[in-house]
C-alpha cells in the first residue's frame, strides 16, 4: 500500500477514535449532567453522576482521548504485519486500558437517582470496566504472540536470503559449471 493510502488510513483511524473516545462520552455526560426529568407533581429528577466531579472526568477524558487517537494514527497508518503497527498497536491498548482505569477511578461508573418520594438509587458499573479490561488482557496477550509470530517470520526470511544459491551456477554434482 502506498504512503498516501497509510496516511489516509492513519487519519481514518484517528477520526474514529476521537468520535468513540472523546465526542460520545463528553456529549453523554454534558447530556445527563444537565437533564431535568420532570416528576409530578412539580419536582425534578436528581442525577448524580461523578460525584460532582464532571469537569475532571471531562478533561481526563480530553487527555486521554488525545493520546489514544494519536496511537490510533500511527497504529492503523503502519503496513500490515509489520512490528510498527503490533508495537503501536500494543501501546494502543495499554492506553486504552489506562482509559478504562481512570473512568473507575474518576467516579464516572457511579450514577446515583433520586427519585423524589421514592428515594434513591444507585448504578455501579465498575464491574462492567473490569470485564473489559479482562477482555484487553487477552488482546494484549493476543498482540504479544502476534510480535513473536511476526519476529520469527522475519528471522526465518533473512535467514533463507543468506542461504539461497541459485541453481545455474552449479551442476548437478554440485561443481562448478
Not at 24 to 30: E, Q, R
Not at 31 to 37: H, R, S, T
Not at 132 to 148: F, H, Q, R, S, V
Request: proline share 4%; charged share 20%.
Amino acid at each position: 500500500m502506498g504512503g498516501m493510502k497509510n496516511i489516509f488510513r492513519g487519519f481514518i483511524g484517528m477520526a474514529i477514535y476521537i468520535i468513540t473516545f472523546m465526542l460520545i462520552p463528553i456529549l453523554t455526560f454534558d447530556f445527563v449532567d444537565n437533564m431535568e426529568i420532570p416528576v409530578p407533581p412539580d419536582q425534578i429528577l436528581n442525577i448524580d453522576i461523578a460525584k460532582g466531579n464532571i469537569d475532571v472526568v471531562k478533561f481526563w477524558l480530553i487527555a486521554l482521548g488525545l493520546m489514544i487517537s494519536g496511537l490510533a494514527f500511527f497504529t492503523w497508518s503502519s503496513p500490515r504485519n509489520s512490528r510498527r503497527k503490533i508495537v503501536f498497536s500494543m501501546l494502543l491498548v495499554f492506553t486504552n486500558c489506562f482509559y478504562l482505569w481512570s473512568y473507575k477511578f474518576s467516579g464516572a461508573t457511579l450514577f446515583g437517582i433520586e427519585i423524589p418520594g421514592l428515594g434513591s438509587v444507585t448504578l455501579d458499573f465498575a464491574e462492567m470496566v473490569m470485564l473489559y479490561l479482562g477482555a484487553y488482557t487477552l488482546i494484549i496477550i493476543a498482540k504479544i504472540w502476534k510480535l513473536i509470530e511476526v519476529e520469527i517470520g522475519k528471522r526465518k526470511e533473512k535467514k533463507e536470503e543468506k542461504v539461497y544459491i541459485p541453481d545455474s551456477t552449479f551442476g548437478k554434482d554440485g561443481g562448478a559449471v
